[in-house]
């Protein structure tokens, strides 16, 4: 037995509003299980009230009916290794660049620990921005922050959520000539293979694509044959220990 894997992707106009046209011509055909990359609660009422059995990933319980599990997206799981070297290595102040979501649990822990973070969202993706300019907004604001005085420098760089943004300020430390890690420590966030490149091996917090999606379809079979869900089923990420930190 096998089964036929359609991918379709839902646009969103400016006004917030989603295009549905195309996933209501498929939805009148019949589908066994639908897998939610995101959880649009647009989205996921409209798959529900089609009912058609899904799975969804998403940080919170779904309370639609229809829902054969949720899968929660944990970029926060390897953090704990990270406090804990900045413990050891007697960090005093954390700079936490993000972009998507706050992220609000690793600066609770780290704060928790007696270090002082300085949390900046430092630029925002948006439908018009491509891969090049969104590296940009990051060095131009790196450059920015570093060209003040040494004394005002944060002791470790650590980028809980996007590898873009790392890659930019890469550019902007570089070009600086901040050396790291005699100067400032560096964790980057990483997709496996896809990651920024440095001249030394990059401390990072590191997802596996290939690892996630392969969970990912083990939890759509067991779905799809009947089996529950795992209540803390989760893609995680793994701490890579490097030469920056």
């Not at 009912?51 to 390897?78: S, T």
């Not at 973070?117 to 604001?141: L, M, P, Y």
């Not at 690892?211 to 869900?229: E, M, S, T, W």
Request: a positive charge; glycine letters at 6%.
């Amino acid at each position: 037995k096998g089964y036929l894997v359609q991918r379709v992707s839902v646009a969103k106009s400016p006004g917030g509003r989603f295009a549905f046209g195309v996933l209501d011509l498929l939805l009148n055909e019949r589908f066994d299980l639908a897998v939610l990359m995101h959880g649009e609660e647009p989205v996921v009422r409209r798959i529900s009230q089609a009912g058609i059995p899904f799975l969804v990933i998403q940080h919170r319980e779904c309370g639609y009916p229809h829902c054969r599990g949720v899968v929660d997206v944990r970029h926060h799981a390897a953090m704990p290794y990270v406090v804990q070297r900045c413990v050891q290595k007697k960090v005093r102040k954390v700079l936490l660049p993000w972009a998507w979501a706050r992220p609000s649990l690793t600066i609770r822990s780290i704060e928790d620990a007696g270090i002082a973070v300085e949390d900046v969202r430092i630029c925002h993706w948006t439908k018009k921005d491509h891969i090049e300019g969104f590296q940009r907004k990051a060095t131009e604001w790196f450059l920015a922050r570093f060209a003040k005085a040494r004394s005002d420098w944060p002791d470790l760089v650590w980028f809980p959520d996007d590898d873009f943004l790392a890659a930019g300020a890469l550019t902007a430390l570089l070009a600086l000539g901040v050396r790291i890690p005699e100067d400032v420590r560096f964790v980057a966030f990483a997709n496996r293979r896809l990651g920024p490149v440095f001249t030394k091996p990059l401390t990072r917090i590191e997802v596996d694509p290939l690892a996630h999606g392969k969970k990912l379809a083990c939890y759509a079979l067991d779905a799809l044959n009947g089996y529950p869900i795992p209540p803390d089923a989760s893609l995680d990420t793994v701490y890579v220990p490097g030469a920056t930190f």
